[in-house]
């Protein structure tokens, strides 16, 4: 009875030092990327699904994909398109891969990489939820490489230097998120 209990308090704490370590993995890898893995509601995440707009066959791009919420959820929508989800970190991005074997998405694809690295030449629709330091880093590729019509929600931060098409909030319990919507060719802000 007592090399149970004393068993029971090893693999206790090997738990425990595990999710502690994966905690501080995660905590580090927030201030080091772009922005943290913070998971958005599902009204949210839904929301930006119907705001994506693809076409027949269009392609989405999910930004910092976190779990790939977003990207399932545009691609049960848009059963048609091919979505994206760029992650660098890689404890969100096995979470998107894990969620990714138990589903029936065949038109989700996911890339552990640096967003920067990715090439939007093809995109119709891209989401961020990034800080805004990383938002006025990607503006310049998001000019560049998108292709004319393309669409950009951004939830909580606006891309800087941007004329917004409209905005929208999502209003979850006692939290609001707004949604900005962009749409290219991007009109430029005059300062």
């Known amino acids: 009875m007592?090399?149970?209990?004393?068993?029971?308090?090893?693999i206790?704490?090997?738990?425990?030092?595990v999710v502690a370590l994966l905690f501080i993995v995660w905590l580090c890898q927030s201030f080091l990327f772009a922005a943290p893995f913070l998971p958005l509601s599902q009204p949210v995440v839904e929301r930006v699904a119907l705001l994506s707009n693809l076409p027949k066959s269009g392609k989405f791009?999910?930004?910092?994909s976190g779990d790939g919420r977003v990207v399932r959820a545009v691609a049960k929508r848009y059963p048609d398109s091919l979505c994206f989800g760029?992650?660098?970190?890689?404890?969100?991005n096995l979470l998107a891969w894990v969620h990714n074997c138990f589903t029936t998405l065949e038109n989700t694809n996911y890339l552990r990489a640096d967003?920067?690295?990715?090439?939007l030449?093809?995109?119709?629709?891209?989401?961020?939820?990034l800080w805004p330091d990383a938002m006025a880093k990607i503006a310049d590729k998001l000019?560049?490489?998108?292709p004319n019509n393309a669409r950009v929600i951004s939830c909580s931060f606006e891309l800087p230097g941007f004329s917004l098409e409209y905005t929208e909030t999502v209003r979850v319990k006692k939290r609001s998120y707004k949604l900005y919507v962009y749409s290219k060719p991007f009109k430029t802000l005059v300062s």
């Open 2 to 10: 007592e090399l149970v209990s004393i068993l029971s308090l090893l």
């Open 12 to 17: 206790l704490n090997f738990v425990l030092i």
């Open 61 to 64: 791009y999910d930004l910092g």
């Open 86 to 92: 760029v992650e660098k970190a890689l404890l969100p």
């Open 115 to 119: 967003f920067n690295a990715v090439s």
């Open 121 to 129: 030449d093809q995109a119709d629709s891209v989401f961020l939820y």
């Open 143 to 146: 000019k560049t490489e998108l």
